[in-house]
């Protein structure tokens, strides 16, 4: 997959107190401070023991990783409710660019357990989250009979999808039903996962957006250190099942027109739709040792906040972002010295990409003889709205 052993790990970035303007000499001393108020060890670290997900023109993460390294661009015109006789290549109301998933129909049915009745009337995504699970257990060499009523999470990323009124147009009132009403609840998409596997950790599905994974994630890694999980999967799953969305957001011109999200750049002029699943394993780092577990990463802390107000509601806000990542970095002790890459939001806006540059500005000082690299897969994939 082009990780190796021992090598990829979660960094750190520091930042600034909110609301001052920060010198680098002030900006060293406070993590100085930080370093020595650090009482984290490495009990409290989580290790990545498995990985699996799918993407735009990637049916697992070898292809994904291979197009990262390639520097291909996965963005192509949607084609999966094209209605128009015109250029295959040109984007119309109903067929703007995006980063889609293919085959998203595809689902064995009784593998799981699930009759083919019901799974018709369940939204993709939970079909296509439940498969991805299974290799992620796989992945980290778990069977079903192993994992059975044992202390192990699911907090799953994950917004309510347009697939019910599809069938509803399709089927008329003949598809009300249980079938439909379950496989259509974000909440049981999680519930899937832990019933299928006979869990017995916290089982919960997150909608915060295009922030949901990163807050399954952490969530997941609280559920662990508070002893509620033993190990947890935590991931996001991302797919359009009509133009609804696409078409909502381009009237609040949130589209790039050219199909490139163009994050950091003075010409940056909005996002590109995309799908896409993901999910990861987790378990405490030291039990991973011990047990003898692959060890893709390891995540030394996460924190989360929120805005509050701001210019607008989706606006973003410097101040808060500051303080989050202050509080972070003083919980687990990381000096900016040791950052080497942040991945950004980086959505291709004149608004909040600034503020990642600014932030990145304040993790320099006269002992720092580096910038961070500042990246976003945008550039290659698309934005997913809850990955």
Known sequence: MGYRKGECRFSGEDTTDPGKETSASTLEDENS???????????????????????????????????LRAGESCIKVIKRWRTHSGPEDSPTALGTWGGMLEQIDQFD??????????????????RIFLQDAYRVFEDAGYCAEQLAEKKVGVFVGA???????????????????????????????????????????????????????????????????????????AGGVFVMSSPEYTLMAEKTQMLSPDGKCKAFAKNAN??????????????????????????????????????????GMTAP????????????????GIHPETISYIEAHGTGSKLGDPIWRTIVSHLTSPSIHFTPLLGRISHNKNTLHSL
């Open 33 to 67: 401070d930080a370093c020595k108020m650090h009482t984290n060890t490495r009990s409290a670290y989580i290790a990545i023991i498995g990985m699996a997900g799918r993407f735009a023109d990637s049916t697992n993460l070898e292809e994904f990783w291979s197009h």
């Open 159 to 233: 917004r309510a999808g347009d697939y019910k009124e599809q069938v509803l147009r399709r089927e008329s009132g003949s598809a009300l039903n249980a079938h439909l009403f379950l496989g259509n609840d974000m909440a049981v998409l999680a519930a899937r996962v832990s019933y299928f596997f006979n869990l017995a950790g916290p089982s919960v599905t997150i909608d915060t957006a295009s922030s949901s994974s990163l807050v399954a994630i952490h969530l997941a890694c609280e559920s662990i250190h508070s002893g509620e999980s033993a190990m947890a999967l």
């Open 109 to 126: 049915p009784l593998f799981f357990g699930i009759s083919p009745l019901e799974a018709a009337r369940m939204d993709p995504q939970q």
């Open 270 to 311: 909005g996002i590109v739709i995309g799908e896409g699943v993901g999910a990861i394993l987790l378990k405490p780092l030291e039990t991973a040792i011990k047990d003898r577990n692959h060890i893709y990463g390891v995540i030394k802390g996460s924190a989360m906040n929120q805005d509050g107000r701001t210019q």
């Open 317 to 332: 806000s410097l101040r808060a972002q500051r303080a989050l990542l202050s509080d972070l970095y003083t919980k687990t």
